[in-house]
């Protein structure tokens, strides 16, 4: 049963009690309504193909489950992890007060932070890329995934013509030993006909057609670095085109149709913490008070004290309804408090 000192107390402070309860979910409800409406999401939608271009160390395990997006999103987002990438991004936007050398530390530790959580990919099908872009406005949104996705092209761009210079160098280099090696073998063959007048009649003899034989599968390698060096010249030419197809922009940057809102979790769960927060909040400040109150209320607060309980003395005074018959109920207990006082005092005196 609740003692009547605590149950009064909670009367007379209900309304102070009551405020943490109810002003914690509305700020929270507040706060969540604010951020959700100073949000807005943009996102571009890309036809991607496997990303030949991209190389992995020897030592990488890949998993052969994995769709082209999921390839390309996972490229994506570990280069938003890099600074260098994300301040690129921040300056092909035009969110950057100057070039990216001129940034102080804190101005680019900044911009590295923002980039980092506004911005990232995701595989929305086998073949289909999604890069999502969140800001304040709608024109820093729109900017920044149409950044990523330029900035990310550029690279592709450049490391397709990268490694198709460096495949020309490598067919050249062995198109010369090659080359140089058919010649010695031509050579060859010609010293030993020169020697052997005849070696070439029916029948041949053995040793000039094992140099023979030698001189034609060399030519055949040359033939074969020929057709892989002339392959090498034609993807650096036709680079921009491959990757065109394989990485086709379909939908351009623009605010997504459906908006980045918060989930009924997060609208119901937050308010309702908030509210058992602000309980236990109420609940500690009524137990701290209702322990170091030492008033006499009743004959409950004479209990354990060697004293003799005299009786009540109650003021009497009409009252109307159930608020008012609680109102006498309370000023009651404040009554008896201030009698029994007197009454235990007047007793020891005597």
Known sequence: MVPRKLAARIIRALPFLLIPVLLAPALTMFLQQRSAQDEFVAEATIWVLEPPMIQQSPLTIENPY?????????????????????????????LLPGSSDSLTQEQRSSVVRVIGRSVYADAAGSNLLQVVGEAPTEQVAVALVGSVVEVYRSRLEVEAQRQSAVAADYFREQMT????ELAERKAAADAYLAAHPGADQVPVDREYALLIGRVESQTRVVEGIGEALQGSHLNAVSASQGLAARFNVLDQPALSEHPNTVSRTQ??????????????????YLLVVFYTDHSVYSREDLAGAQVRFLGYTPRIRRRH???????????RDRNHARRVA????GKAAL
């Not at 994995?66 to 035009?94: C, K, M, W, Y």
């Not at 030993?177 to 140089?180: G, S």
């Not at 609208?267 to 309980?279: C, D, E, K, R, S």
């Not at 309804?321 to 000023?331: D, M, P, S």
């Open 177 to 180: 030993a090659a080359e140089a």
């Open 267 to 284: 609208q119901l769960g937050m308010p309702l913490a908030a509210a058992v927060l602000g309980a236990m909040v109420s609940a500690g």
């Open 342 to 345: 007197a009454s235990l005092s």
């Open 66 to 94: 994995l769709s082209p997006a999921q390839r390309q999103s996972e490229v994506i987002n570990d280069l938003l992890t890099t600074d260098g990438f994300r301040l690129e991004v921040a300056e092909h936007a035009g």
């Open 321 to 331: 309804g159930l608020f008012g018959r609680l109102a006498a109920w309370i000023r």
